[in-house]
């Protein structure tokens, strides 16, 4: 929220700090109505770590996350 002014926007430093080593996908849970969403640099990042990028609404991203297998991993925004 500090860099961006809203928490709907996933910065660079979040990216890096929610990547695993190895992690093939990202499951984003974007909220009840879908508004979160990646920065440039974060979308860059994960494009240069070959990690996926998945973004639902987050009841859907709890299924998908639920069914998912391998080298995945989460971010759920549940605020609103």
Not at 11 to 30: P, Y
Request: aromatic content about 8%; hydrophobic content about 45%.
């Amino acid at each position: 929220k500090a860099k961006y002014g809203t928490s709907h926007k996933v910065s660079l430093e979040e990216a890096k700090h929610i990547f695993d080593a190895g992690a093939r996908q990202l499951i984003v849970g974007a909220g009840q109505n879908g508004l979160v969403e990646l920065s440039e640099e974060a979308a860059a990042y994960f494009r240069r770590k070959d990690c996926a990028v998945v973004l639902l609404p987050t009841p859907r991203a709890a299924e998908v996350w639920n069914s998912a297998h391998g080298a995945v991993i989460g971010m759920f925004h549940v605020t609103c």
